[in-house]
Nanobody
Framework: QVQLVESGGGFVQAGGSLKLSCQAS??????????TGWFRQAPGKEREFLVA????????LYAESVKGRFTISRDNAKNTIFLQMNSLKPEDTAVYYC??????????????????WGQGTQVTVSS
């Protein structure tokens, strides 16, 4: 069992930066067995994949829409993953979620393969 809690959302002007956090809890061995990802959902739109990476390390998988602007990282000691978001645009406004899955890399973009989700944190980018 894995529990995820996001934080760090807020208001920012276009061109600014925010860093989101997602703290995972549960059995440490179980946590390391998972891939963690970030998604977002804007009003009236489907949930969108942003980035994912195995908790144990390895190459991250980024959506083209955020590649070069967003970066995933982790602090193993704190069981926390981060999403550094730079050069934010008004169209980045959404609720941001972290999630966990044990699916293979080829499925990481699919919402349905993620078993655990956080409650979400709102990011609003003003123009």
């Amino acid at each position: 069992q894995v529990q995820l809690v996001e934080s760090g959302g807020g208001f920012v002007q276009a061109g600014g930066s925010l860093k989101l956090s997602c703290q995972a809890s549960g059995d440490t061995f179980t946590t390391y067995a998972y891939t963690t990802g970030w998604f977002r959902q804007a009003p009236g739109k489907e949930r969108e994949f942003l980035v994912a990476r195995r908790w144990s390390g390895g190459e991250a998988l980024y959506a083209e829409s955020v590649k070069g602007r967003f970066t995933i990282s982790r602090d193993n000691a704190k069981n926390t993953i981060f999403l550094q978001m730079n050069s934010l645009k008004p169209e980045d406004t959404a609720v941001y979620y972290c999630a966990a899955t044990r699916a293979v890399r080829s499925s990481w973009r699919e919402v349905g393969v993620y078993n655990y989700w956080g409650q979400g944190t709102q990011v609003t980018v003003s123009s």
